[in-house]
């Protein structure tokens, strides 16, 4: 049910000019606590979403995970029991595509996760960039921009830059 709930908040989305409110109020009135200017690209609900809260500006690409609970200790345990806890997000979060976030996490402001990360520990260090599985700091804000502004491209002018000047994309080496 809440995912058709979310994909009805995404086509009022598109109706109502792409504002990013109407997907983060939806999120706002299924328990998690979102501040303004947020840009959330999935469904970032879970069963317990009471437990997520994400501060301002942060972005949440496209298939992130959210895990707020673990029943894995029901198998060692006679109970019917869960381990639980809160997932945090700072302010001017950038969290990259299929990351995901396990329960009792938190990150301080300023921070990008790359995308594919699993994010197992907590982070409070900001203007760091942190990555891998499990994810540990791999950059500085600093680092990152010097070694990637001179590649970057506005996204309007990509198709340009392919078409006449395809060596200014990025390419990745071989590491093996």
């Not at 109502?16 to 998690?32: P, Q, S």
């Not at 599985?133 to 590649?151: C, E, G, H, V, Y």
């Amino acid at each position: 049910m809440k995912e058709l709930s979310y994909k009805i908040a995404k086509i009022k989305y598109r109706l109502f000019g792409r504002d990013k409110e109407v997907i983060n109020d939806f999120f706002r009135k299924n328990g998690v606590k979102i501040g303004g200017g947020c840009n959330i690209c999935c469904n970032i609900l879970t069963p317990e979403s009471f437990l997520i809260e994400i501060g301002e500006d942060v972005t949440i690409a496209d298939q992130v995970d959210f895990i707020t609970h673990d029943n894995s200790i029901n198998k060692i345990s006679k109970e019917t029991i869960n381990l639980f806890g809160k997932i945090e997000i700072g302010d001017n979060c950038f969290i990259g595509e299929r990351v995901t976030l396990l329960y009792g996490v938190s990150l301080a402001p300023n921070i990008i996760v790359a995308a594919g990360s699993v994010v197992v520990d907590s982070f409070e260090t900001e203007e760091v960039i942190i990555g891998g599985n499990p994810a540990k700091i791999i950059s500085t804000w600093d680092a990152f921009f010097s070694k990637s502004r001179d590649k970057a491209k506005g996204k309007a002018n990509i198709q340009k830059v392919l078409d006449e000047n395809p060596h200014l994309l990025i390419k990745r080496k071989n590491r093996g």
